[in-house]
Structures are given as C-alpha cells and as structure tokens.
C-alpha cells in the first residue's frame, strides 16, 4: 500500500523559511519522480518541483527558482522541499505526489504573511 504523508507546513513571515518532509511508503519511491505541486485558494494547481529518485535530477517551476530546493534521502523514502525568502504569493496547500503512478498526499497547509 503506497503512501505520501507531508509534514512541515505553517505560517510564516514573507522572507521567512520552511522545510516540508514527504515520507514515502511502498515501492514508490525507487526510480521514480516524486514532484510538489502547490494550490492556492482559487487558483489552479502547479507544479513547484520535481526530483527523480534515482538520478538525482530536479526541476522547477520558474517562480520558486533560485528560492526552493527539493532534496531526497533515499535511506528514508523521504523527499524534501526547502522553501526560503517566502513571498505572501507561496501561499498555498501543498501537495506531495508521485504523478507517474497517480499517487498524492493529503497535503500541509503554508501561509506566508
């Protein structure tokens, strides 16, 4: 049974920071592409950034370059997503998925004021 369980949201002042943590059960996680997407109120979904676990290769969106970092620790099936100098505009829930195999978390909650 495959799993996606996000923690580390919260609030915090624009400039500030926050670490979210996506742990990984199953199979999942090997050789796969685990990505964040965000979805403010109103908005569409978007993706922020993708990691593929077993090259390593990220990318991102174009609004967080230079400002978020995804990172893996394979030896914990866990996929991070550092998120610095935050902008009231990265509000949002934010989601941790594995889109190739349709797989989703519940999501944790980021407020930027």
């Known amino acids: 049974h495959v799993q996606l369980v996000e923690s580390g949201g919260g609030s915090v002042p624009a400039g500030g920071s926050l670490r979210l943590a996506c742990v990984v059960s199953?199979?999942?996680?090997?050789?796969?592409?685990l990505s964040w997407f965000r979805q403010a109120s109103g908005k569409e979904r978007e993706g922020v950034a993708t990691?593929?676990?077993?090259?390593?290769?990220?990318d991102y969106a174009d609004s967080v370059k230079g400002r978020f970092t995804i990172s893996q620790d394979g030896a914990e099936n866990t996929v991070y997503l550092q998120m610095n100098s935050l902008k009231p505009e990265d509000t949002a829930m934010y989601y941790c998925a594995a889109p190739l195999s349709g797989y989703w978390g519940q999501g944790t909650q980021v407020t930027v004021s």
């Open positions: 199953g199979s999942t996680y090997n050789g796969n592409c």
């Open positions: 990691i593929t676990t077993g090259t390593g290769n990220t």
